[in-house]
């Protein structure tokens, strides 16, 4: 009997290799570079819309009402920006959302020039039905003004703050600079007429001038932006308070200072420039085509002017709300000031934010003593540079730019860094008709 052999197993088969697992794609991450991307974009063009606007506004003296408040707005949100950043508000949201939490006042990023800021139609209902500054709700024509102007909200806005900010800054300002006009047109009348008995009239009360502009600039940028930040014209005569601010943040004030003067020299060199310039060095009877080109050499030298201007007061500008931001926290710390003595718009925000800070304890005994006479000391001599710098500002930069190229009134009634931001010194009556035409050996510039 034959033994059948065992059939053998069969091989297994292959296992088949395992397939990779899924890619999978982070598209959050993705879509937030791109949006980050496209804010950035939008931020950029946004930025040489605005700069572009404001030197083309910084040309004209009336249009430059509209940079004040531009200006006085931007400020205002970034001083905001540096306190919250500080915050605990930073870890709980962006700073968009927090300044949509403040109501239709809040500040915002990139004020517009002209059109709103924001169209949701919740806000501009929230804007029409405000109550008005006692408290009381809008009447009829109230609302229908209102609601004329919301189109164009942020030209409304910049251009009542402008007349606000000037108004407060010429209230102070104007006193010194009508002593120097003044006394400068009669000083040279007084030479012409050869009257050296009253020869010390016009220096004396041009110093006299001096003495008063430099007095005010003590107090004057500091007061700026603590307006601009409230919101409210009454915030600039806060005296106390925006002294306190002065006297705790001194030094960075004093270097400040010396910036602004570094800056403004800058900007007198070229107000001056054109009398210098061939194309308007004309002869004493010019042709229109001379003064043809000597005005479009005229207009394209301010406008550029106009750009460095804008740059400038950015810079000034976000320096000052700088230093005031950080003054403000101190007197605070120091007690100084009391959360509830400050105004309330600021009380509220600084709350919110949760920025104020404890009062630190003083330092007592000799250790007191010691630092108050080194602190004295100390601030003598800043409050001297101070005083030599905005004399410097008055004395020689203004009196020998004047005196190499004289700007009738402007000359010493406005000073872009500070008042109206225009470098608006085109001489019309040279580019007039020719029967309007001054005196022939004038020179343009």
């Known amino acids: 009997m034959h033994s059948n052999p065992m059939p053998e197993a069969l091989p297994a088969p292959a296992a088949a290799p395992p397939r990779p697992a899924p890619v999978e794609y982070n598209y959050r991450g993705v ?12 931020a950029f063009f946004g930025w040489v819309w605005r700069v572009a606007v404001g030197s083309v506004l910084c040309t004209n003296l009336f249009f430059s009402i509209f940079v004040v408040g531009w200006l006085y707005r931007w400020m205002q949100w970034r001083a905001l920006r540096v306190w919250w950043r500080r915050s605990r508000a930073a870890r709980d949201g962006s ?21 709103r800021d924001h169209f949701s139609w919740g806000r501009i209902q929230a804007e029409l039905k405000a109550p008005t500054w006692d408290g009381e709700p809008p009447g ?5 003004a209102r609601a004329l102007i919301v189109p164009v909200r ?15 800054t010429y209230s102070l300002t104007c006193w010194g600079a009508l002593l120097m006009t003044s006394f400068w047109e009669f000083g040279w009348l007084n030479s012409f007429h050869k009257g050296y008995e009253l020869s010390w009239a016009g220096p004396t009360f041009s110093l006299v001038g001096i003495l008063l502009f430099v007095a005010a600039m003590f107090y004057v940028p500091m007061a700026q932006v ?16 925006v002294w306190q601010l002065i006297r705790a943040r001194l030094t960075a004030y004093v270097l400040y200072a010396g910036l602004f003067l570094g800056i403004a020299l800058v900007l007198e060199i070229l107000k001056a420039a054109p009398l210098f310039a061939p194309a308007c060095n004309l002869s004493g009877d010019p042709t229109p085509a001379e003064l043809q080109a000597c005005l479009h050499y005229l207009q ?6 106009g750009f460095l201007l804008f740059l400038a007061l950015l810079l000034t500008r976000r320096v000052i709300v700088l230093i005031y931001c950080s003054a403000v926290l101190k007197v605070l710390r120091r007690g100084r000031v009391r959360p509830e003595d400050l105004h309330p718009k600021l009380g509220r925000w600084l709350d919110r934010m949760g920025v104020l800070p404890a009062v630190e304890p003083h330092s007592e005994g000799l250790t007191l003593a010691a ?4 602190r004295n000391a100390y601030r003598a001599v800043l409050w001297s540079a101070l ?42 009556q040279h580019f007039a008709p020719p029967a309007d035409q001054g005196a022939a050996g004038d020179r343009p510039g």
Do not use: T
């Not at 879509?31 to 939008?42: S, T």
């Not at 603590?226 to 308070?241: L, P």
């Not at 394209?300 to 002017?305: K, V």
């Open 31 to 42: 879509e937030a570079v791109v949006r980050g991307a496209g804010r950035l974009v939008v």
């Open 95 to 115: 700073f968009e959302d927090f300044c949509n939490s403040l109501g239709v006042d809040a500040p915002v990023a990139r004020p517009r020039w002209f059109l």
């Open 140 to 144: 009829f024509l109230r609302v229908a």
């Open 154 to 168: 942020s030209l409304w806005l910049n251009f009542g703050r402008g007349l606000a900010g000037l108004f407060c």
């Open 226 to 241: 603590h307006q601009a930040v409230i919101g409210d014209m009454r915030a600039f005569y806060d005296f106390r308070f």
């Open 300 to 305: 394209g030298y301010y406008l550029a002017c």
């Open 371 to 374: 630092r108050r006479f080194g």
């Open 387 to 428: 005083f030599l710098i905005w004399l410097a500002f008055f004395g020689p930069k203004v009196y020998v730019g004047e005196f190499l190229n004289y700007h009738p009134v402007v000359g010493f009634m406005n000073h872009p860094l500070i008042q109206f931001p225009a470098y608006d010194y085109i001489p019309a």
